[in-house]
């Protein structure tokens, strides 16, 4: 399994992290606040299973193999190594505080590439923290959340002699940037969206400073101030940096880059005006200042600062365009021989395309899906209309805000599917049908230029029949919904679009849920896991297809839900790209349930490998693929 985590850069609120700790002593500290990101340089491993060790190496720079370098999987030997130092160490570290608190066996960790700059704020040793812990997770299931791999890294990392921040971590989010509360013990995160990319460049100064001398020196000034400068120090991580970090992320979710600028030289001004006193040995920053105050630059910015624990160790700054970012790299690396990495943020890919599955035969409607297949069924909905349940659905996909419906069809039903969304009634006909039905009928048609079929030559089970869309989905997330389900919100937003706005919050392949009796479970995918925004979101740990009662008492119990009650699929669906290549293993692996490719599994290894969330529907289904759940839903559709 190949794995990636970025470095971590601190765009606004370099030492709130350790400063709203101090709330813990002294109540009347304010918060600490910081906005990180990841970057997109970072540490790359090839991981596995060992049964009994650590096997460890990596690649210099000019592609040597330091290592294998092999630790037993034992509490006292993976602490010894720990406390050593090290690169090793971290990863030792974090590997002891996960045997203290799991049954796991060992792993084999190949760093193979690092492109990471070590030792410049980028916390280096924070990335290989997250990825040791994120390696554990994925190879023996810890079902842990992104904050779960956090915790499990900074309780690594402080196992070593290094003494790291707690937004250092915040590299496990990847490079969507993230909005860090620090209070006391306690740490809130708060994922942001991104409406238009943004462009960053952070460089390597090149110079001295001390970053043990800079952080004792601003630690005079907790828990309590005892004079100007502390006092200062204080206002500086307390209130200015409040406002600042909170007017920079309304800046950031509206893409606005000049404001985002000026905000960084605010937070350098104020952090040489209260700061510099308190260390000026380290933080009168010549170089930084000369390198921010360059002249060659201003075209091709809207502002820079210092990051990190400042000094004279690296800066960041924006770039008015992504020609502006390589043209500042350019400036950087001949007028000031300096190095520099690119930091692009990018606003999460929109969900643009849907996936329908309407190739099955529906058996247990038999014999009248000899006369037409169930998704052509009709349905009387709530403006009075009769509509093929193909409609509904395509339906509630364009209100949501798709652009392309992908419907999967059987070959020989692929003319009917084609005729009813692109062929107009003939003329007569359309003549005969009152004005609102002409209308209607206008507008089915500019339906039908958003519809494409796929066509799925075997009928292999669910998960096959999904995989024959990975083509037409291509490299982008897709909203799935079954082709025998109708959906009815219970708010003025629809369904798919509850799901739809969950993923852009979150950017996390999401699943629609619904509360069900264990006497129905058998019927439905069932699912477990640990609520993130209680009794609305669940960071899903476990995908179980139609269980047992006796499996779901066991396995599939929910906090918070009622005895004898379980969450089980909506029939809507938010899903990365890589599922099609989990389907894809199970096709050439013959992998099979109950004789056909199913999805579950393959999700599964989605979760598990990338994550996945369940939501709380404000809605209903109604399912169409049996007859008397189809009579339920043509009693019940119409009134909601």
Known sequence: MKLFVPGRICLFGEHSDWAGGYRRINAEIEKGYALISGT?????????????????????????????????????????EAQKGGFWSYIAGVAYQVLMHYHVRGLVIDNYKTDLPIKKGLSSSAAICVLTARAFNRIYDLKLTVRGEMELAYQGEITTPSRCGRMDQGCAFGTRPVLMTFDGDRLDTQELLLDTPLYFVIVDLQAEKNTQEILARLNRAFPFADNDVERGVQELLGPINKRIVHEAVDALSAGDAQRLGALMQEAQEYFDRYAAPACPEELTAPVLHRVLDYEPLKPHIYGGKGVGSQGDGSAQFIARSAADQKAVMEILERDLGLSALELTLEPLPRVRKAVIPAAGFGTRLFPATKATKKEMFPIIDRDGIAKPAILLIVEEALNAGIEEVIIIVQEEDLDDFEAFFNVQVSIENYNKLPRTAQEYAQ??????????????????????????????????PFL??????????????????????????????????????????????????????????????????????????TNLRVPGLPDGEYLTVFGQYIIKPQLFEYIEENICNNVRELGEFQLTSALDKLRQRDGFLGLMIKGRRFDIGLPDSYLDTLVQFREG
């Not at 690649?59 to 993976?78: F, H, N």
């Not at 292999?460 to 999904?466: C, L």
């Not at 799935?480 to 629809?494: A, I, N, W």
């Not at 069900?516 to 477990?528: C, D, M, R």
């Open 40 to 80: 997109n340089q970072g540490i790359y491993a090839d991981v596995q299973p060992h049964p009994n060790a650590l096997v460890l190496s990596s690649r210099t720079d000019s592609g040597e193999l330091v290592g294998p370098y092999e630790i037993p999987m034992e509490p006292q030997a993976l602490l010894e």
């Open 480 to 553: 799935l919904m079954l082709g025998d389900h109708l959906y009815r919100s219970h708010t003025e937003q629809s369904c798919a679009a509850q799901l739809m706005e969950a993923y852009q919050r979150h950017g996390t392949s999401v699943i629609g849920l619904r509360r069900t009796p264990e006497s129905e479970i058998a019927n439905f995918g069932t699912v477990t896991g640990v609520w993130i925004e209680d009794g609305q979101l669940l960071n899903i740990t476990e995908f179980a297809e139609k269980p047992t009662i006796d499996y779901a008492r």
């Open 443 to 476: 507008r089915l048609l500019e339906m039908g230029r958003h519809v494409k079929f796929v066509i799925q030559h075997n009928q292999e089970g669910f998960g096959h029949a999904v995989y024959t869309a990975k083509d037409a989905v291509g490299d982008e």
